[in-house]
C-alpha cells in the first residue's frame, strides 16, 4: 500500500493511494554441494551439484569460471580451495555462496624420528612424529607385534633384532601414507671371569682376573678394594 498527497502553490491537494503497488520480490538461494571434497593427488575432478531454488530461469556464475548448472572442474594442483556460486533469477535478483576451503587435494606425508636407531634390550626409544599436511590419526607398528596410535610414541624391545618401525597416517577422509625405519636391538653381553691362579693359597696371595665377552668392564672384588 502507497499513498501520495500533493499541495500546489494555490493550497489545492489532491491524494492518491494504490493498493498492492510494490512487490517485493524474493531471492534464490544459492545452494551446492560435491560428490567428493577430499583428494589424495592432483589431477583432482570435482563434480557440484546445485540445489539452488528461485524463479526460473536462472543463471549461474562459478568461482572456477564456469556458468554451468551443474559442473565439473579440474584441480590440478596440491592446496585448499574455496568454491563460489552466484545465482541469479530471472528477475536480477541474486544470492552468493561461498564454501571456504570446500576442495581439499593432497596428503599428509608421514614421517618421524627416533631418539635411537640402535639400542640395547630394555633400553626406551622415542619416536617423534614429524608429519607434515593435514592428519587426524596415527598408527604405530613396532615390528614385534605391538602397536600404538598416539601422535607421539615409545617403545621398549625385548630380544635382540632387526625390527622395522612403520608409522601410518590418515587424513580422516581417504588418504593415507607410510614411512619406515629400522630399529637395531644388539644383544646383551656375556660377562666371563678367569682367574690365575685357580685355585690360589691363604692370603696374602695375588689373584689375576681376567674379563671377556665385553668392551667395558668395572671390578668389584668383595673386599672393597679398588
Not at 501520495?4 to 545452494?31: M, Q, Y
Not at 541474486?94 to 576442495?103: E, N, Q, S, W
Amino acid at each position: 500500500y502507497v499513498a501520495l498527497r500533493v499541495i500546489n502553490s494555490e493550497g489545492c491537494e489532491a491524494s492518491l493511494e494504490k493498493d498492492s503497488f510494490v512487490h517485493v520480490l524474493g531471492h534464490p538461494a544459492a545452494n551446492f554441494t560435491a560428490t567428493n571434497t577430499h583428494f589424495c593427488n592432483p589431477t583432482a575432478h570435482a563434480i557440484f551439484s546445485n540445489s539452488t531454488p528461485g524463479i526460473n530461469p536462472l543463471t549461474y556464475s562459478w568461482s572456477f569460471g564456469s556458468t554451468a548448472p551443474n559442473p565439473t572442474h579440474d584441480y590440478t594442483t596440491t592446496g585448499s580451495f574455496d568454491v563460489t556460486l552466484v545465482a541469479t533469477d530471472s528477475n536480477g535478483c541474486k544470492d552468493t555462496l561461498t564454501r571456504p576451503g570446500y576442495i581439499v587435494v593432497g596428503h599428509p606425508h608421514a614421517g618421524f624420528t627416533a631418539s635411537k636407531t640402535s639400542a640395547c634390550i630394555g633400553d626406551s626409544i622415542s619416536f617423534t612424529n614429524t608429519t607434515t599436511g593435514s592428519y587426524a590419526s596415527s598408527y604405530w607398528y613396532f615390528g614385534d607385534g605391538s602397536t600404538d596410535n598416539n601422535v607421539n610414541t615409545g617403545h621398549r624391545y625385548g630380544a635382540a633384532g632387526t625390527y622395522t618401525v612403520t608409522l601410518v597416517v590418515h587424513d580422516g577422509y581417504t588418504c593415507a601414507d607410510t614411512f619406515t625405519k629400522t630399529i637395531t636391538i644388539n644383544p646383551s653381553p656375556v660377562a666371563v671371569i678367569t682367574q690365575t691362579p685357580r685355585y690360589p693359597c691363604a692370603a696374602p696371595q695375588t689373584i689375576d682376573f681376567t674379563g671377556s665377552g665385553a668392551t667395558n668392564y668395572t671390578w668389584d672384588y668383595g673386599d672393597g678394594s679398588p
